[in-house]
T-cell receptor, first 114, second 115 residues
């Protein structure tokens, strides 16, 4: 399985600011995804990070709020823009390898917005 | 889009008992069904998965069954141990097209195994 790391592991931010989260995979992967997990809740897909093209966003998530980059097959970033306390959550990246779609997760970034 | 329902939301068992968690999905095009275990403060960990071309898969104490006609799948844990205590999530995805690899998760089940 792929080894996935994220930076930062946690952060406390002021409302109105932006935070960029980095996701690094130790091998080339087919797909990368970004999820949000609010405290005590399930995981919700934000977007699919497409290598070399614009990310594909799920209903309720927009590029202006959550711009995503994926410059190569091992790295992606998610920016949470103009943050409000409602953005306080855990943000997880994941990667899918091979043709069987197994998906592995990074350790997550715990974001608190004051 | 896909909708996944998971039951029960909490499950408490005695050590050595079996635990069963059930999920239903809505989109008949879904063909991949993984289960994740998430311990407090940790990342979701893939523990077992099943594809639509099989009805059952087993790995030591855990097994998953799939009924495509009824659109439901279940996780079975036998001989439970305290270290099995965690939140378990089921998920579903379609293997191709624009939905390739996208996972839709159930709401989660908090499993507590009492020594």
């Amino acid at each position: 399985s792929a080894v996935i790391s994220q930076k930062p592991s946690r952060d406390i931010c002021q409302r109105g600011t932006s935070l960029t989260i980095q996701c690094q995979v130790d091998s080339q992967v087919t797909m990368m995804f970004w999820y949000r997990q609010q405290p005590g809740q399930s995981l919700t897909l934000i977007a699919t990070a497409n290598q070399g093209s614009e990310a594909t966003y799920e209903s309720g998530f927009v590029i202006d709020k959550f711009p995503i980059s994926r410059p190569n097959l091992t790295f992606s970033t998610l920016t949470v823009s103009n943050m409000s306390p409602e953005d306080s959550s855990i943000y997880l990246c994941s990667a899918s390898t091979g043709s069987y779609n197994e998906q592995f997760f990074g350790p997550g970034t715990r974001l608190t917005v004051l | 889009g896909e909708n996944v329902e998971q039951h029960p939301s909490t499950l408490s068992v005695q050590e050595g008992d079996s635990a069963v968690i059930k999920c239903t999905y809505s989109d008949s095009a879904s063909n991949y069904f993984p289960w994740y275990k998430q311990e407090l403060g940790k990342r979701p960990q893939l523990i077992i998965d099943i594809r639509s071309n099989v009805g059952e898969k087993k790995d030591q104490r855990i097994a998953v069954t799939l009924n495509k006609t009824a659109k439901h799948f279940s996780l079975h844990i036998t001989e439970t141990q305290p270290e099995d205590s965690a939140v378990y999530f089921c998920a579903a995805s379609m293997g191709g097209g624009t939905s390739y690899g996208k996972l839709t998760f159930g709401q989660g089940t908090i499993l507590t195994v009492h020594p």
